[in-house]
């Protein structure tokens, strides 16, 4: 390796990669260091998991900073979690041992001894989460010049976690804040192993900036291992029923158990409820079989010691580990040589497959692996839809998706992000400490995520704050923070801008075990770390439970639903549905539900039309949309169709199908939403006079005209519902 980039390396990085004993660089390597060294280019780094893109982003980085060490951070790290930025800080830290580039990290977990060191020796590598990002801008402003004034290059992991979403907007602002506060230019480099818009992707990386996005995406081809499995859940009409029931849960768990119990393993959930049951009676199987408890839950609300823990017991743990987890392990962190990955139900997104996918096979030309287990309720009184196993099919539909045609979602970047406006605005009032209106104006609508926001509109969306005194004007005419908004803003929560249930610490005597956002009474037992608790104590001021360990029963103590399906995904579930072919990696169980459904699908009509009867006066509407046009054509049938067509009722059972009753027939109800589709061009339409429905935290702190117009703008999709239904109206007809 005496040749090529690798001899323009810092000499500590050459030695670096003499003991790793690599033979050679990857070509995310290669060409990161062309790009850094050879042009003044921002870069994205669009590889797969495992294939050293953390390495691509630092080697020619931390070599200029080797050569001309910088005066102030030289490189900043924004990273999505705090797991993720204690699993890079300990790569990169075991990087600069030879190095002398201090490494700093800072999020709510790191002592405030550590952040004053920084403070007083602004220095090498900073990494950061948004979070506390946004609370070194608010709250110490004078600092910033010093900290970044020197600052070379901001790495963005996991950019596709931000891109789309409130955090992505906030991310992009603050980088321009700190160019502004502190006269800096540094480079950009992001990271991401899922993205396939690389347009969009680099559009987004370089807002704000003159300079060229380059794309570094090497196509290596990546061995996968994939079987989807399904287990039948019998619905408990009767006691014979409720028996079939208890033995079918214990044959899946007892499956589960037998698969992992010897293994290092990963097993995905999609929400923290799932995780924790999951834990819950892995253990008791264990229990009862009287074997070593190997397991494990990682998620959000449980408390930074314990997730450590449970990412150590996988990454350097001696023998079997088994960890039950939500998105929290979805991100890169680096866990080792995992034996298994396990899929319970199938992920919303193709994105989130590939990412939980790419947890395994990280290790030389092992295969990726992924086992999705797929338990669903099976009534064959229920209604023709609910027949019909959706989570199966999901997951059928996203492995094809990615497997065959490499598709992951695209990106949607919302054109009136109200609730990400308060924020930066009231963050970056709070900054300066007073402001001309001019001035903020100029300061905020200048950030890239905030082009499309009219001037009148800022001006109606200041207006506002004055009324309800989130911000207040002086005698001199100035804007400062008011005291409604001091409340807010001066409030640690203040720091994120994705939504938050407000949770309450539960304590088993002084050790922190986690947090959850239902309070139950004293006496009431629940599970939070995989284990029972039972509720000693609640103090209400502090917003603390204290615990102790018990027997009983398992309730769910967090909110939150299943995440937005696009409609490719949904479509793609109705093409599996409608032909024959076969998948090899379905296991004989999963193939024979396939099998059941499609005969039924068939039998029934299900495919051929959008609106099917139901029996009597009611009408199944299955638009094999996405949960974004599912929701307008809700809002369609609701607001502007219920009355022509003298609907009494509608169920949605998002985003597969819903369920309207009314003196009406399919032919009109279908015919009704074609001509409203064909007509109706106004997505205002279909919301109330007085209706501002919230898409973000700080909604709510928005003048309702603003909010009316960003959720007929962004949270709803006349276009897309259109395309969708017309297409199916050349291919299909009413019976």
């Not at 992505?168 to 990271?191: E, H, K, N, T, Y």
């Not at 899922?194 to 090497?218: C, I, M, N």
């Not at 450590?308 to 987890?325: C, D, F, H, I, S």
């Amino acid at each position: 390796m005496s040749s090529g980039p690798f001899r323009r390396l810092a000499p500590f990085i050459q030695e670096f990669i003499y003991k790793k004993k690599w033979d050679t660089l990857r070509e995310a390597q290669v060409e990161a260091c062309r790009v850094l060294f050879d042009t003044d280019h921002h870069l994205l780094i669009a590889s797969g998991t495992a294939s050293g893109k953390t390495e691509a982003a630092f080697f020619p980085a931390l070599t200029e900073l080797y050569h001309d060490p910088s005066e102030s951070v030289g490189i900043l790290y924004i990273g999505p979690l705090k797991a993720l930025i204690n699993d890079q800080f300990e790569r990169v830290s075991d990087l600069l041992k030879e190095g002398q580039v201090p490494v700093w990290h800072w999020h709510g977990d790191v002592s405030q001894a550590e952040k004053t060191k920084l403070m007083q020796r602004p220095s090498g590598v900073l990494q950061i989460t948004p979070e506390s990002l946004e609370g070194l801008l608010m709250n110490r402003p004078n600092a910033i010049p010093a900290l970044f004034h020197d600052l070379r290059y901001i790495i963005i992991d996991e950019v596709h976690a931000f891109m789309g979403a409130d955090r992505g907007m906030q991310v992009i602002s603050q980088l321009i804040r700190i160019q502004r506060m502190s006269g800096c230019s540094p480079r950009r480099i992001g990271l991401s192993a899922t993205l396939r818009d690389y347009d969009a992707a680099a559009g987004w990386l370089g807002a704000g900036t003159p300079q060229a996005v380059e794309v570094v995406s090497p196509q290596g081809r990546r061995k996968l291992r994939i079987s989807i499995d399904h287990f039948s859940f019998p619905d408990a009409r009767d006691e014979k029923q409720a028996e079939q029931l208890e033995l079918a849960k214990k044959a899946y768990y007892d499956y589960l158990y037998d698969v992992t119990h010897l293994k290092k393993a990963l097993v995905f959930t999609n929400s923290r409820s799932d995780a924790e049951l999951t834990t819950l009676e892995l253990r008791r199987i264990a229990a009862k079989r009287e074997q070593r408890d190997v397991f494990h839950v990682h998620h959000g609300s449980i408390s930074a010691m314990l997730r450590e823990e449970t990412e150590n017991a996988l990454r350097k743990g001696q023998g079997p580990a088994v960890a039950a987890a939500t998105l929290t392990l979805e991100l890169g962190i680096d866990l080792g040589e995992l034996e298994r990955v396990i899929q319970l139900g199938a992920p919303y997104s193709c994105s989130s497959f590939v990412q939980r996918l790419g947890r395994s096979g990280r290790r030389g030309d092992q295969a990726s692996e992924m086992l999705f287990l797929c338990p669903e309720e099976e009534d064959e009184e229920a209604e023709l839809p609910a027949r019909m196993p959706w989570t199966l099919l999901r997951a059928i539909a996203v492995t094809e998706l990615y497997v065959r045609h490499k598709w992951v979602e695209p990106v949607y970047i919302r054109k009136k992000p109200m609730g990400v406006l308060y924020h930066q605005t009231m963050s970056t009032l709070k900054s300066m400490g007073e402001a001309e209106p001019a001035e903020l104006a100029r300061a905020v609508l200048t950030l890239p995520s905030f082009r499309q926001i009219e001037p009148a509109e800022y001006k109606t969306f200041l207006q506002y704050l004055l009324d309800i005194d989130h911000i207040e004007r002086t005698e001199e005419g100035t804007l400062i923070i008011g005291l409604g908004g001091e409340k807010i803003v001066n409030n640690y929560r203040f720091y994120a801008v994705f939504k938050d249930d407000e949770e309450h610490t539960v304590y088993n005597g002084s050790e922190e075990i986690g947090s959850i956002t239902t309070v139950p009474p004293p006496g009431y037992c629940f599970s939070l770390a995989g284990k029972l608790w039972k509720v000693e104590e609640i103090d209400t001021k502090h917003k603390s439970l204290y615990v102790k360990s018990a027997k009983g029963k398992v309730d769910t103590l967090w909110l939150g639903a299943g995440g937005d399906i696009h409609t490719l995904v949904i479509q793609k579930m109705r093409e599996v549905l409608e032909s024959d072919d076969l998948y090899p990696y379905l296991t004989p169980s999963a193939a024979n539900r396939l099998e059941r459904a499609r005969r039924l699908a068939r039998e029934s009509g299900l495919l051929k039309s959008v609106v099917i009867p139901a029996g009597g006066d009611s009408f199944f509407i299955l638009p094999w949309a996405g949960s974004k046009q599912f929701r307008t054509l809700e809002r369609m049938l609701k607001h502007n169709l219920a009355g022509r067509l003298e609907l009494r009722s509608l169920v949605p059972m998002e985003p597969y199908y819903m369920v309207v009753a009314g003196t009406t027939d399919e032919s009109a109800i279908w015919n009704a939403i074609l001509s409203e589709l064909e007509n109706n061009k106004d997505a205002s339409t279909l919301l109330d006079e007085d209706e501002a429905p919230y898409l973000s935290k700080y909604d709510e702190f928005v003048s309702p005209q603003l909010v009316r117009t960003a959720f007929h703008v962004d949270g709803l999709d006349l276009e897309g519902l259109a395309k969708v239904l017309i297409d199916r109206h050349s291919t299909t007809s009413v019976n």
